[in-house]
Every structure is written in C-alpha cells, then in structure tokens.
C-alpha cells in the first residue's frame, strides 16, 4: 500500500491492544480479578471436558484419602502391632504381615489412580488450550483491519505462543497440584483433629504464617510477572519486525544497531523476569524451613504430652501425627509454589481475553450479493433484486483515522460501470486511504459512499468484499502450491479457470518453467520467486476471482518496465467491462484512465482525462513533465 497508511499508522491515537495488555493487567494479583479470570478460563469446561475433570477430581480425593491413611498407619503399627509385641518371647509377625501387604494394594491402587487422573488431566488441559486457540484465532478474523493498523504482529503473536502457554501450565500443572494439595490439606487435617487438637492448634499458627508470607510475596510478584509478559511481547514484535526486514538490515549494515536494540529489550525483559522470579522463587525455601521448625516445635511438644500421658497421646498417635504434619506442610509449600505459575498463567489470561474482549467488526448490512442465471444481483431486505453493475459513488466524503485530525476532506467523484479511475499524488496525499473506505476497511466520518445507489453501509461486509478485486503493493503469498495461492481469490476456481487467470496476468509462461508447475509449493515469503513474479501471482488471485470491480494500488510498482507492459496488457483485458480504481506512481499507467484525480493533503486538486489535466497545467503537468508550467 502507499506510504498514507502508515501515515495514518503514526497518528493514530493509542489504544488498549495486546502490545499493553499486560499494562492494563499490572495489578494482577490472587483477589477478585484473579477470580474472574479464573472464572473464564474454566468456562472453557464444557460437556465431556467438564466430566472428565469431575472424575479427575474424585480421584484426587482417592490418593488423598490412601495419602492419610499411610500416615496413620505408623501410628496403628506402633501401637496395635509391635507395642504388643514387645517383651514377648515368641512374637506372632502374621498380623503386622496382613496389615503390611494392606496397605502395599492400597498404595498399588494410588499409583493406579494417579495415573488414570493425571491421563484424563492431560485431554482436558489440551482440550481446553484447543478451544482457546481456536476461539482467539476466529475472534481475530472478526477484528477490525484497524486493530491491526495500531499494534505489532509479534506482540500479538505474543498472545498465541507465550501467553496461551502459560494458560497450558495452568491447566496441566497448577490447577491439578493446587486442588489435590488442597484436598491432601483437608484430609489431613481431619485426621489430625482426631489424633490431638491441641498439637492441630500449633499446626495452625504454622499455616497462618505461610499464608501471610504468600500473599506478601505472591502479590508482590504478581506485578513484576504481568510486567514481564509485556516486556516478552515487546521483545518478540522488535524481533518479529527484524526478520521481516533482515535484508535491510544487512544492506544498511544495520547488524550493531538492531542488536543494540534487541539487547535493550532483552536487558528489560531480563531484569523483570529476575524481579518477579526473585520473590516468587522464595517461596519454596521460606515455606521449607518453617515447617521444618515446625516439626521441632511439634516433635518437643508432642514428645512432653506423650511422656505425661496426657490428652491420650501415645508414642504411636505422636509418630502419626508428626508424619501427618510434615505431609500437611508439603503441599501448603506446594500451594505456594504453584502461585509462581498461577500468577504467570493469570498475567497471559488477561493477554488473552484482552483480546477476545476487543470489539469485533461492526456489519450491520442487510443486503446481499446473490447469483441467478449467471449474474449477480443486489438483494434487499424487501425482495428488491437491484443489478450488480459497479456503480460507484463517493458525496462529499470526510474521514479521519483518529477523530481530532482528518485525512480526507469532502471528497466526491463517480465511477461509473466500466470506466478506470486512476488517483495520483504525493505519498500520504489519501489515495489508499480512499480505496479503504470503499472496501469498509474503516467507516466514513461524515457524507456516503454508494454501490449501484445502494448505501454501502446497508451491503453486508463480506458481500461487498466479494465484489471487489484488490492488488496490493506489498503481495501477501501463503504457504502452499502456486495454484493454491491463485486460488486464493476463488477457492472453488477450477484447474482451467486457475490456468486461464495466470494466463491474463502474463503468469503461466514462468509457472510452466517451475520444477513442478502450479504444483510447485512455496513458502509465505515467496523466497523462491523475484518481486515480480509474486506481483504477477497476486494478479492473477485477482483475476481468477472475476470481480466487478477492482482495486490496484501500485500493482506493477514491483516488476520492470518490460514485465510491466505485459501485465499491462493483461490488466487492459481484465479491466475490460469492469469498474476499476488505480493508484500509481507511473503516471504511465493510468494514461489511458477514463477520468484521473489529483490528490494533495487529502483533497481532489484536480480531475479530468490525461489530456484535460497536461493542459490545464497544474499540478498533474508538474507531475508528469517534472517541470512547472
């Protein structure tokens, strides 16, 4: 496209996009919002998902429930099998035998049902990441084209990779450890209310300690985590847009400065990454060594109660309930060092919905682009078949990328069936930016735009894009066969019309030298092709879809002068009967137009036919002459 939209890309106002999303998620810690955002995300459990994580929750209470019973069942063997036993001159080992191998199948069976639920967590994490994915890549193709005009593709990408991996980790890692730790926490705890209330309070006072240095440390951390994954999206848009451009780069001999760049970046990521892990990474350590203290303080404590006889401790119960308390701590250091990556998870959901929270694009259409007997027609709402002609009209049009500076002032001109309209001007004049708003890419700000008389703010989108043919300056290939690619334009284009259209566009000679003809697969950036012959491709995706009208912004700007008159050629036959709108810098190309606007600061200078405007001597003349009259 012409330089007019990145004009407009500089000046367009800042919005919430995912490139500050982590911006406007930096508060994120464990309180309501966190709670939200888990909310959503676990409204991704539907149907067979939602049953399968039930089930897998039931059997985390199993492994919990034999987790506790091999706790107590030291205290049982101290004090219902070898105590007895004691002293004894001919002990009977047959029943500590029995019990033994007891619970030997009830730990078989915990291992059994740790991996059926660690199994069916594993579908339902992918299962979930999968709906995620999906859902964000078809919001995305609801977006308007100007939520893309002011963010960075890598930062975007960002939200796809990084941010729906850290959704994985939740899912797969954190969710699963976190509620069976819970679980494990609640049953022990049952067990050792039973076993002495009084050791159970110091336990307590324990806990309490490890939640305050968790939510100090969990929030302090929760900052500098949604941080990071900003500074991560930056990092990948800087590097994404490098190797977009790496052949600038090395033709500049810009290797130093880009890696400057990178290294600026990659040092922010750094030192927020190393602030937020620094505190997170504290946790495990700190949670640690309390409960180890906590074990002495217990071991002293039980270990006075056992020997007085109080309270009905024994040295079995005691036994028990030290192992119960040193299991309890594990996974309330487990809870806590799951905050590490629940926090990281929390940061890309919010990415995440961000973006599924954008508005979509706006299609409050009625009519529709049918075919009969061959033709096309304009169906409205009452019945009314209206003639699809190319009929194109623009009454004293205003617009504006952002609403305190417009770039199009009153702009009015007629395009009628078959004639070619050509827009010349300086670069950032609005020819593009006129082209944009007859595809809808972005709604007038004031005055109309009318298709065959039809308002085309009453045509559905996707039906007036139908209609229209672009070529654009910059080509956009995709992975794939030639044919495919021309396809592109017409999905269900047979071989012949696919064929026929490369043929149009001066494209089948250099197609048929190809190791494999149409069949031959090439990649996005079309690396095995010249410029030209990508510009030839994207000529015939026009071609073969057989549009109405047509958009050609620069089309032969990347083909040599030889190339450029046999496209030209075909582009006379394509442009035949059809409404055509032309943007070129060679004024050459546009000779032959029907009628030729001049634009200058977003105004209409000038129009008429190539002749009318050479001698009128105004700006085309100077144009076209490089000269001033």
Not at 5 to 17: E, L, Q
Not at 182 to 191: D, E, G, P, Y
Not at 206 to 216: A, D, E, G, K, S
Not at 483 to 496: L, M, Q, S, V, Y
């Amino acid at each position: 496209m012409s330089n007019d939209v990145n004009a407009k890309k500089k000046n367009a106002a800042p919005t919430r996009g995912p490139g500050n999303m982590a911006a406007a998620h930096g508060k994120i810690r464990l309180d309501k919002n966190s709670v939200k955002l888990f909310g959503r995300l676990m409204g991704f459990m539907r149907g067979r998902e939602l049953t399968l994580f039930v089930i897998s929750l039931a059997l985390m209470i199993i492994t919990a429930l034999i987790s506790v019973r091999s706790s107590t069942f030291t205290g049982t063997i101290i004090d219902d099998y070898i105590k007895p036993m004691v002293g004894t001159v001919d002990p009977d080992f047959a029943p500590l035998l029995k019990a033994i191998l007891f619970m030997a199948c009830l730990y078989v069976v915990s291992i059994v049902v740790n991996l059926i639920f660690n199994r069916l967590l594993v579908d339902v994490s992918n299962s979930v990441l999968r709906k995620i994915r999906v859902q964000i890549f078809e919001h995305m193709q609801r977006l308007p084209i100007k939520y893309f005009d002011n963010r960075q593709y890598g930062d975007i990408m960002s939200v796809y990779t990084n941010d729906v991996d850290n959704i994985r980790e939740l899912m797969s890692n954190a969710i699963p450890n976190v509620f069976s730790s819970l679980m494990t926490v609640v049953t022990i705890f049952v067990a050792m209310v039973r076993i002495s209330f009084r050791l159970t309070l110091v336990v307590l006072c324990t806990v309490v300690v490890m939640y305050l240095i968790t939510i100090f440390l969990g929030g302090a951390s929760a900052r500098f985590f949604s941080l990071r994954q900003k500074s991560l999206g930056q990092m990948n848009a800087y590097a994404e847009e490098l190797l977009s451009g790496i052949k600038v780069v090395k033709v500049y001999c810009h290797e130093e400065e880009a890696k400057a760049g990178f290294d600026v970046r990659n040092e922010d990521l750094f030192r927020k990454t190393a602030s937020a892990n620094r505190l997170a990474n504290a946790l495990m350590p700190i949670m640690a060594n309390i409960g180890n203290v906590q074990y002495v303080v217990l071991a002293m404590v039980g270990g006075a109660m056992a020997a007085s006889g109080g309270a009905g401790l024994t040295l079995g119960k005691l036994a028990a309930f030290l192992l119960l308390s040193r299991n309890f701590s594990r996974p309330v250091s487990m809870i806590s060092q799951q905050i590490n990556t629940m926090v990281m998870a929390l940061a890309g959901a919010g990415r995440v919905f961000e973006l599924l929270d954008e508005e979509p694009e706006v299609d409050n259409g009625k009519v529709e682009l049918v075919k009969e007997d061959g033709k096309f027609f304009w169906k409205k709402p009452d019945g009314e078949m209206v003639p699809l002609k190319g009929d194109i009209r623009m009454n004293n049009v205003d617009f504006g990328y952002t609403e305190d500076r417009l770039v199009l002032h009153d702009i009015s001109l007629f395009a009628k069936p078959g004639q070619k309209i050509a827009f010349v001007g300086s670069t950032g004049a609005g020819k593009t930016t006129i082209t944009n708003l007859i595809n809808r890419f972005y709604d007038v700000a004031d005055g109309g735009v009318t298709y065959d008389g039809i308002n085309i703010n009453d045509i559905k989108k996707d039906d007036l894009r139908r209609s229209l043919g672009m070529v654009l300056q910059d080509v956009n290939l995709f992975t794939g066969t030639i044919a495919d690619n021309i396809r592109f334009g017409k999905p269900d284009a047979t071989d012949e019309e696919v064929i026929a259209a490369a043929k149009l566009a001066n494209a089948h000679d250099f197609i048929e030298k190809l190791p494999e003809g149409y069949d031959t697969v090439i990649n996005g950036t079309g690396s095995q092709l010249s410029q030209g012959q990508c510009q030839l491709l994207s000529i015939a995706r026009c071609a073969v879809a057989d549009p109405p009208v047509m958009i050609l912004d620069e089309a032969t700007s990347s083909v040599d002068t030889r190339t450029e008159v046999l496209i030209q050629r075909g582009m006379d036959a394509l442009m035949h009967g059809r409404t055509t709108f032309v943007i070129a810098h060679r004024l050459s190309t546009v000779m032959n137009s029907n009628a030729i606007m001049v634009l200058e600061q977003g105004r209409i200078i000038e129009r008429g036919t190539h002749e009318e405007l050479l001698e009128q001597k105004g700006r085309y003349y100077q144009l076209y002459t490089g000269r001033t009259a």
